[in-house]
Protein backbone atom coordinates (compact mmCIF):
# COMPACT_ATOMS: atom_id res chain seq x y z
CA UNK A 1 0.00 0.00 0.00
CA UNK A 2 3.02 2.28 0.38
CA UNK A 3 5.80 1.82 -1.94
CA UNK A 4 8.88 4.07 -3.28
CA UNK A 5 8.93 5.33 -7.20
CA UNK A 6 11.07 2.32 -7.95
CA UNK A 7 8.83 -0.54 -6.50
CA UNK A 8 5.94 0.56 -8.20
CA UNK A 9 7.22 0.95 -11.52
CA UNK A 10 9.20 -2.11 -11.27
CA UNK A 11 6.08 -3.88 -10.24
CA UNK A 12 4.09 -2.44 -12.77
CA UNK A 13 6.55 -3.26 -15.83
CA UNK A 14 7.37 -6.96 -14.42
CA UNK A 15 3.98 -7.49 -14.11
CA UNK A 16 2.69 -6.58 -17.41
CA UNK A 17 6.31 -8.36 -19.12
CA UNK A 18 5.99 -11.46 -17.67
CA UNK A 19 2.54 -12.39 -17.29
CA UNK A 20 1.57 -15.00 -14.21
CA UNK A 21 4.49 -13.69 -11.79
CA UNK A 22 3.78 -13.60 -8.56
CA UNK A 23 5.52 -11.87 -5.49
CA UNK A 24 5.34 -12.90 -1.61
CA UNK A 25 2.59 -9.91 0.36
CA UNK A 26 4.62 -7.20 0.60
CA UNK A 27 3.35 -7.30 4.49
CA UNK A 28 4.65 -10.48 5.75
CA UNK A 29 7.60 -10.98 7.57
CA UNK A 30 9.35 -13.23 5.01
CA UNK A 31 10.35 -10.21 2.50
CA UNK A 32 12.90 -11.86 0.22
CA UNK A 33 11.68 -10.20 -2.56
CA UNK A 34 13.54 -6.88 -2.20
CA UNK A 35 13.57 -4.71 -5.78
CA UNK A 36 14.26 -1.21 -4.67
CA UNK A 37 17.22 -1.61 -2.68
CA UNK A 38 19.24 0.96 -3.96
CA UNK A 39 16.56 3.47 -3.49
CA UNK A 40 15.50 2.40 -0.43
CA UNK A 41 18.89 3.76 0.64
CA UNK A 42 18.30 7.11 -0.01
CA UNK A 43 15.01 6.79 1.25
CA UNK A 44 12.91 7.97 -2.01
CA UNK A 45 9.25 6.81 -1.90
CA UNK A 46 5.60 7.75 -0.77
CA UNK A 47 4.82 8.18 -4.57
CA UNK A 48 2.06 5.52 -5.61
CA UNK A 49 1.52 5.21 -9.83
CA UNK A 50 2.56 3.65 -12.94
CA UNK A 51 5.57 6.29 -13.23
CA UNK A 52 4.11 6.61 -16.74
CA UNK A 53 1.32 8.07 -15.74
CA UNK A 54 3.15 11.30 -14.15
CA UNK A 55 6.55 11.10 -15.28
CA UNK A 56 7.58 12.69 -18.54
CA UNK A 57 8.59 10.24 -21.37
CA UNK A 58 12.15 11.04 -22.40
CA UNK A 59 12.52 8.58 -25.60
CA UNK A 60 10.57 5.53 -26.03
CA UNK A 61 10.98 3.17 -23.07
CA UNK A 62 12.36 5.93 -20.67
CA UNK A 63 10.53 8.19 -18.82
CA UNK A 64 11.57 10.67 -16.10
CA UNK A 65 9.89 11.47 -12.83
CA UNK A 66 10.79 14.71 -10.70
CA UNK A 67 9.47 15.67 -7.38
CA UNK A 68 10.22 18.66 -5.09
CA UNK A 69 9.00 18.83 -1.42
CA UNK A 70 9.17 21.37 0.78
CA UNK A 71 8.86 21.47 4.23
CA UNK A 72 8.49 23.87 7.39
CA UNK A 73 8.31 23.62 11.39
CA UNK A 74 9.48 23.06 14.60
CA UNK A 75 11.87 20.73 15.72
CA UNK A 76 12.50 20.98 19.87
CA UNK A 77 16.01 18.83 19.30
CA UNK A 78 17.72 18.18 15.97
CA UNK A 79 20.46 16.04 17.24
CA UNK A 80 18.44 14.14 19.90
CA UNK A 81 20.80 15.44 23.02
CA UNK A 82 20.98 14.28 26.59
CA UNK A 83 21.89 18.11 27.36
CA UNK A 84 22.08 21.19 25.91
CA UNK A 85 19.10 20.60 23.45
CA UNK A 86 18.06 23.78 21.57
CA UNK A 87 14.78 24.08 19.79
CA UNK A 88 14.54 25.54 16.82
CA UNK A 89 12.26 26.54 13.68
CA UNK A 90 13.61 24.35 10.10
CA UNK A 91 13.06 24.92 6.42
CA UNK A 92 13.73 21.98 4.09
CA UNK A 93 14.01 21.36 0.31
CA UNK A 94 14.29 18.15 -1.19
CA UNK A 95 14.52 17.12 -4.89
CA UNK A 96 13.87 13.63 -6.31
CA UNK A 97 14.24 12.53 -9.60
CA UNK A 98 13.91 8.97 -11.01
CA UNK A 99 14.61 7.74 -14.67
CA UNK A 100 13.17 5.06 -15.71
CA UNK A 101 14.44 2.72 -18.45
CA UNK A 102 11.93 -0.13 -19.36
CA UNK A 103 12.11 -3.20 -21.59
CA UNK A 104 10.90 -6.17 -22.39
CA UNK A 105 12.05 -8.28 -19.45
CA UNK A 106 12.19 -5.57 -16.86
CA UNK A 107 13.25 -2.42 -16.02
CA UNK A 108 15.88 -0.38 -14.83
CA UNK A 109 16.01 2.89 -12.65
CA UNK A 110 18.66 5.65 -12.21
CA UNK A 111 17.33 7.57 -8.61
CA UNK A 112 18.97 10.76 -7.59
CA UNK A 113 18.32 12.69 -4.54
CA UNK A 114 19.17 16.10 -2.68
CA UNK A 115 18.22 17.60 0.75
CA UNK A 116 18.85 21.27 2.23
CA UNK A 117 18.23 21.14 6.06
CA UNK A 118 18.24 24.97 7.71
CA UNK A 119 18.18 25.58 11.54
CA UNK A 120 18.12 29.02 13.30
CA UNK A 121 21.71 29.79 14.54
CA UNK A 122 21.33 28.83 17.65
CA UNK A 123 22.18 24.95 16.34
CA UNK A 124 25.33 23.82 15.82
CA UNK A 125 25.88 22.96 12.29
CA UNK A 126 22.52 24.85 11.04
CA UNK A 127 22.94 24.41 7.58
CA UNK A 128 22.62 20.86 6.57
CA UNK A 129 22.22 18.84 3.43
CA UNK A 130 22.81 15.34 1.92
CA UNK A 131 23.56 14.42 -1.55
CA UNK A 132 23.00 10.69 -3.48
CA UNK A 133 22.27 8.70 -6.24
CA UNK A 134 21.00 4.68 -6.40
CA UNK A 135 21.41 2.21 -9.88
CA UNK A 136 18.24 -0.44 -9.42
CA UNK A 137 17.39 -2.72 -11.95
CA UNK A 138 14.97 -5.84 -11.64
CA UNK A 139 14.61 -8.41 -15.16
CA UNK A 140 12.84 -11.46 -15.45
CA UNK A 141 15.79 -14.24 -16.68
CA UNK A 142 13.78 -17.35 -16.49
CA UNK A 143 10.18 -18.61 -16.11
CA UNK A 144 9.18 -17.35 -12.61
CA UNK A 145 12.94 -15.58 -11.86
CA UNK A 146 13.72 -12.24 -11.02
CA UNK A 147 17.54 -11.35 -11.43
CA UNK A 148 18.09 -7.72 -8.82
CA UNK A 149 20.79 -5.91 -8.38
CA UNK A 150 22.03 -2.33 -8.12
CA UNK A 151 24.41 -0.12 -5.89
CA UNK A 152 23.69 3.11 -3.89
CA UNK A 153 26.20 6.54 -2.67
CA UNK A 154 24.87 8.81 -0.24
CA UNK A 155 26.45 11.86 1.63
CA UNK A 156 24.74 12.20 4.43
CA UNK A 157 25.08 16.56 6.37
CA UNK A 158 22.01 15.81 7.68
CA UNK A 159 23.07 14.19 11.63
CA UNK A 160 25.54 16.09 13.36
CA UNK A 161 28.27 13.43 12.41
CA UNK A 162 28.53 13.60 8.43
CA UNK A 163 28.76 9.99 6.49
CA UNK A 164 29.71 8.48 3.73
CA UNK A 165 27.57 5.53 2.79
CA UNK A 166 27.88 3.16 -0.61
CA UNK A 167 26.85 -0.41 -1.32
CA UNK A 168 25.67 -3.05 -4.14
CA UNK A 169 23.31 -6.09 -4.03
CA UNK A 170 22.20 -8.88 -6.47
CA UNK A 171 19.45 -11.25 -5.71
CA UNK A 172 17.78 -13.85 -7.39
CA UNK A 173 13.96 -15.14 -6.47
CA UNK A 174 12.00 -17.37 -7.62
CA UNK A 175 8.21 -17.42 -7.23
CA UNK A 176 5.64 -20.10 -8.36
CA UNK A 177 1.84 -20.49 -6.61
CA UNK A 178 3.37 -22.74 -3.82
CA UNK A 179 6.59 -22.20 -3.13
CA UNK A 180 8.93 -18.98 -3.16
CA UNK A 181 12.34 -18.38 -2.65
CA UNK A 182 15.46 -16.44 -3.32
CA UNK A 183 19.64 -16.03 -2.36
CA UNK A 184 20.66 -12.53 -1.99
CA UNK A 185 24.26 -10.87 -1.85
CA UNK A 186 25.16 -7.44 -0.11
CA UNK A 187 27.93 -5.40 0.44
CA UNK A 188 27.35 -2.00 2.44
CA UNK A 189 29.81 0.35 3.78
CA UNK A 190 29.80 3.66 5.98
CA UNK A 191 32.72 6.07 6.66
CA UNK A 192 32.11 8.92 9.47
CA UNK A 193 33.87 12.36 8.91
CA UNK A 194 35.26 14.68 11.55
CA UNK A 195 37.64 13.89 14.56
CA UNK A 196 37.62 14.87 17.93
CA UNK A 197 41.02 17.36 18.99
CA UNK A 198 43.03 15.85 21.72
CA UNK A 199 43.89 16.78 24.78
CA UNK A 200 46.58 16.83 27.65
CA UNK A 201 44.60 14.60 29.86
CA UNK A 202 43.83 12.13 27.41
CA UNK A 203 45.95 9.13 26.52
CA UNK A 204 46.71 8.41 22.84
CA UNK A 205 43.97 5.07 23.28
CA UNK A 206 41.19 7.44 24.85
CA UNK A 207 41.58 9.80 21.89
CA UNK A 208 41.45 6.95 19.18
CA UNK A 209 37.85 5.40 21.08
CA UNK A 210 36.55 8.78 20.92
CA UNK A 211 36.56 9.06 16.54
CA UNK A 212 34.00 9.04 14.60
CA UNK A 213 36.20 7.02 12.65
CA UNK A 214 35.94 4.18 15.03
CA UNK A 215 32.71 3.33 13.71
CA UNK A 216 33.98 3.16 9.64
CA UNK A 217 32.32 -0.53 8.83
CA UNK A 218 32.14 -2.60 6.02
CA UNK A 219 29.69 -5.35 5.93
CA UNK A 220 29.16 -8.06 3.46
CA UNK A 221 26.31 -10.49 3.71
CA UNK A 222 24.68 -13.49 2.25
CA UNK A 223 21.26 -15.02 2.92
CA UNK A 224 18.85 -16.77 1.34
CA UNK A 225 15.30 -18.38 2.19
CA UNK A 226 12.22 -19.58 1.25
CA UNK A 227 8.44 -19.96 1.91
CA UNK A 228 6.10 -23.20 1.35
CA UNK A 229 2.50 -22.47 0.54
CA UNK A 230 2.16 -19.28 1.27
CA UNK A 231 -1.05 -18.42 0.20
CA UNK A 232 -2.46 -22.02 1.84
CA UNK A 233 -4.28 -21.49 5.34
CA UNK A 234 -0.51 -22.97 6.75
CA UNK A 235 3.12 -22.31 5.63
CA UNK A 236 5.86 -22.18 6.75
CA UNK A 237 9.07 -20.31 5.59
CA UNK A 238 12.62 -20.13 6.83
CA UNK A 239 15.91 -17.61 6.25
CA UNK A 240 19.98 -18.50 6.84
CA UNK A 241 22.14 -15.28 6.35
CA UNK A 242 25.88 -15.10 7.44
CA UNK A 243 28.45 -11.97 7.39
CA UNK A 244 31.52 -10.18 7.90
CA UNK A 245 32.02 -7.21 9.54
CA UNK A 246 35.45 -5.30 9.24
CA UNK A 247 35.92 -1.95 11.09
CA UNK A 248 38.06 0.00 8.47
CA UNK A 249 39.44 2.12 11.04
CA UNK A 250 40.23 1.14 14.58
CA UNK A 251 42.82 2.60 16.52
CA UNK A 252 43.25 0.43 19.85
CA UNK A 253 41.97 -2.79 19.01
CA UNK A 254 44.26 -4.22 21.65
CA UNK A 255 41.44 -3.05 23.67
CA UNK A 256 38.49 -2.85 21.89
CA UNK A 257 38.36 -4.92 18.27
CA UNK A 258 34.65 -4.90 16.38
CA UNK A 259 35.81 -6.90 14.10
CA UNK A 260 33.40 -9.85 13.58
CA UNK A 261 31.40 -12.87 11.75
CA UNK A 262 28.04 -13.40 12.09
CA UNK A 263 25.42 -16.14 11.15
CA UNK A 264 21.05 -16.06 11.82
CA UNK A 265 18.25 -18.13 11.26
CA UNK A 266 14.76 -17.32 10.98
CA UNK A 267 12.27 -20.21 10.59
CA UNK A 268 8.46 -20.03 11.31
CA UNK A 269 4.61 -20.56 9.84
CA UNK A 270 2.52 -18.41 8.05
CA UNK A 271 -1.29 -18.65 9.16
CA UNK A 272 -3.62 -16.98 5.97
CA UNK A 273 -6.24 -16.78 9.42
CA UNK A 274 -8.43 -15.24 6.81
CA UNK A 275 -8.01 -13.15 3.38
CA UNK A 276 -7.45 -10.18 5.60
CA UNK A 277 -5.34 -11.52 8.43
CA UNK A 278 -2.27 -13.17 7.78
CA UNK A 279 0.34 -13.82 10.64
CA UNK A 280 3.73 -14.73 10.49
CA UNK A 281 5.18 -16.17 13.65
CA UNK A 282 8.41 -17.65 13.84
CA UNK A 283 12.00 -17.36 16.18
CA UNK A 284 15.29 -16.00 15.38
CA UNK A 285 18.38 -17.18 16.35
CA UNK A 286 21.55 -15.01 16.62
CA UNK A 287 25.66 -15.38 16.63
CA UNK A 288 28.31 -12.66 16.56
CA UNK A 289 32.18 -13.80 16.90
CA UNK A 290 33.76 -10.65 17.64
CA UNK A 291 37.21 -10.45 17.76
CA UNK A 292 36.95 -8.26 20.96
CA UNK A 293 39.14 -9.57 24.09
CA UNK A 294 36.32 -8.98 26.36
CA UNK A 295 33.31 -9.44 24.68
CA UNK A 296 34.17 -12.59 22.39
CA UNK A 297 31.21 -14.23 21.02
CA UNK A 298 27.71 -13.54 22.39
CA UNK A 299 24.66 -15.30 20.98
CA UNK A 300 20.47 -14.39 21.15
CA UNK A 301 17.12 -15.89 20.65
CA UNK A 302 13.81 -14.34 20.55
CA UNK A 303 10.48 -14.56 18.96
CA UNK A 304 10.80 -13.10 15.47
CA UNK A 305 6.85 -12.34 13.86
CA UNK A 306 4.70 -10.44 12.26
CA UNK A 307 0.93 -9.42 12.35
CA UNK A 308 -0.91 -8.07 9.41
CA UNK A 309 -4.76 -7.29 9.51
CA UNK A 310 -6.29 -5.39 6.55
CA UNK A 311 -9.97 -5.16 6.84
CA UNK A 312 -10.54 -2.79 4.10
CA UNK A 313 -8.70 -2.38 1.02
CA UNK A 314 -7.85 1.56 2.53
CA UNK A 315 -7.12 -0.16 5.82
CA UNK A 316 -4.19 -1.70 7.25
CA UNK A 317 -2.72 -2.85 10.36
CA UNK A 318 0.87 -4.20 11.66
CA UNK A 319 2.41 -5.92 14.51
CA UNK A 320 5.57 -6.94 14.42
CA UNK A 321 8.75 -7.91 16.67
CA UNK A 322 12.47 -9.13 16.55
CA UNK A 323 15.96 -9.47 18.00
CA UNK A 324 19.21 -9.14 15.55
CA UNK A 325 22.33 -7.93 16.22
CA UNK A 326 23.58 -3.85 14.98
CA UNK A 327 26.32 -1.77 15.01
CA UNK A 328 27.48 -0.09 18.30
CA UNK A 329 26.29 3.27 18.97
CA UNK A 330 28.73 3.93 22.58
CA UNK A 331 31.85 5.11 22.49
CA UNK A 332 32.81 1.39 24.50
CA UNK A 333 30.10 -0.58 23.16
CA UNK A 334 31.16 -3.82 20.31
CA UNK A 335 28.14 -4.36 19.38
CA UNK A 336 24.33 -3.71 20.02
CA UNK A 337 21.72 -6.26 21.08
CA UNK A 338 18.73 -4.71 19.63
CA UNK A 339 14.99 -5.91 20.14
CA UNK A 340 12.02 -3.95 18.17
CA UNK A 341 8.50 -3.68 18.60
CA UNK A 342 6.66 -2.08 16.35
CA UNK A 343 2.67 -1.00 15.02
CA UNK A 344 1.33 1.01 12.57
CA UNK A 345 -1.85 2.03 10.86
CA UNK A 346 -2.45 3.27 7.13
CA UNK A 347 -5.99 4.67 6.08
CA UNK A 348 -7.15 6.10 3.04
CA UNK A 349 -10.62 7.04 3.62
CA UNK A 350 -10.82 9.06 0.68
CA UNK A 351 -9.21 8.72 -3.13
CA UNK A 352 -6.95 12.15 -2.03
CA UNK A 353 -6.42 11.55 1.63
CA UNK A 354 -3.82 9.23 3.44
CA UNK A 355 -3.43 9.01 7.25
CA UNK A 356 -0.94 7.35 9.16
CA UNK A 357 0.73 6.45 12.58
CA UNK A 358 3.03 4.08 14.03
CA UNK A 359 4.58 3.25 17.19
CA UNK A 360 7.89 1.68 17.52
CA UNK A 361 10.24 1.07 20.46
CA UNK A 362 13.92 -0.50 20.38
CA UNK A 363 16.00 -1.64 23.09
CA UNK A 364 19.71 -1.25 22.56
CA UNK A 365 21.70 -2.96 25.00
CA UNK A 366 25.64 -1.69 24.17
CA UNK A 367 27.77 -5.30 24.89
CA UNK A 368 31.10 -4.32 26.17
CA UNK A 369 29.90 -0.96 27.40
CA UNK A 370 27.37 -0.38 30.39
CA UNK A 371 24.57 1.82 28.63
CA UNK A 372 21.73 0.31 27.47
CA UNK A 373 19.21 2.54 25.15
CA UNK A 374 15.70 2.14 24.74
CA UNK A 375 13.96 4.48 22.82
CA UNK A 376 10.23 4.87 21.85
CA UNK A 377 9.18 6.91 18.27
CA UNK A 378 5.62 8.04 18.27
CA UNK A 379 4.48 9.54 14.55
CA UNK A 380 1.55 10.05 12.59
CA UNK A 381 1.31 11.93 9.01
CA UNK A 382 -1.99 13.04 7.20
CA UNK A 383 -1.83 13.92 3.59
CA UNK A 384 -4.32 15.57 0.87
CA UNK A 385 -3.92 15.47 -2.53
CA UNK A 386 -4.79 18.89 -4.00
CA UNK A 387 -4.76 17.71 -7.25
CA UNK A 388 -2.86 15.00 -9.60
CA UNK A 389 0.95 16.74 -9.15
CA UNK A 390 0.60 18.61 -5.71
CA UNK A 391 0.26 17.17 -1.95
CA UNK A 392 -0.43 18.93 0.92
CA UNK A 393 0.78 16.94 4.15
CA UNK A 394 1.57 17.39 7.91
CA UNK A 395 3.80 15.25 10.13
CA UNK A 396 4.28 15.05 14.12
CA UNK A 397 6.67 12.65 15.81
CA UNK A 398 7.86 12.46 19.20
CA UNK A 399 11.02 10.63 20.37
CA UNK A 400 11.93 9.55 23.60
CA UNK A 401 15.26 7.89 25.04
CA UNK A 402 16.37 6.59 28.14
CA UNK A 403 19.71 4.70 28.96
CA UNK A 404 19.17 2.78 31.48
CA UNK A 405 22.13 2.61 33.87
CA UNK A 406 22.74 6.42 34.46
CA UNK A 407 18.62 7.23 33.64
CA UNK A 408 19.59 10.15 31.50
CA UNK A 409 16.85 10.84 28.93
CA UNK A 410 16.61 12.85 25.64
CA UNK A 411 13.47 14.08 23.98
CA UNK A 412 12.14 15.25 20.74
CA UNK A 413 9.20 16.67 19.47
CA UNK A 414 9.18 17.76 15.84
CA UNK A 415 5.71 19.54 14.17
CA UNK A 416 6.05 20.23 10.19
CA UNK A 417 4.11 20.73 7.11
CA UNK A 418 4.81 20.78 3.95
CA UNK A 419 3.62 20.24 -0.05
CA UNK A 420 5.14 17.61 -2.22
CA UNK A 421 5.05 18.35 -6.43
CA UNK A 422 5.18 15.90 -9.20
CA UNK A 423 6.49 17.57 -12.26
Known amino acids: MRTSHFRTVVLAVIFACVPGLVYAQQSSRFRGSSIDEGSKKLGVGETRGDLSEFGHVLAPGIVFAPTLTLETGH ?29 DTGASTFTVRGTSLEYDGDVSGSSRWDAGFALDNAYAVAPNTIATFGGFYLRDEIPSVASNSEGGYGQLAYSVEDFEGFARLRLNEIGYLGSVAG ?41 LGGANLDYLSQGAESVLDRDATELWATGGLRFNLHPSLVLDTGWRLNARNTEDP ?64 SVQQDQLEQLGDVEDYHEMVVSGSVSYLWNESIAIYGVISQTHSEEQSSGETASRLQIGAGTRIQF
Open 75 to 103: NSNPDLLFSGAEATPYGLANFTGVFGFIR
Open 199 to 239: SSGLTATQIALLQPSQFDVQRIEGVSGFIVFPRERVGFYGE
Open 294 to 357: VVGDVTSNFFDGRLTWTPQDNLQFVVEADRSYAEPVSTLGVVSDKIHYGASVFYKPRADVELSG
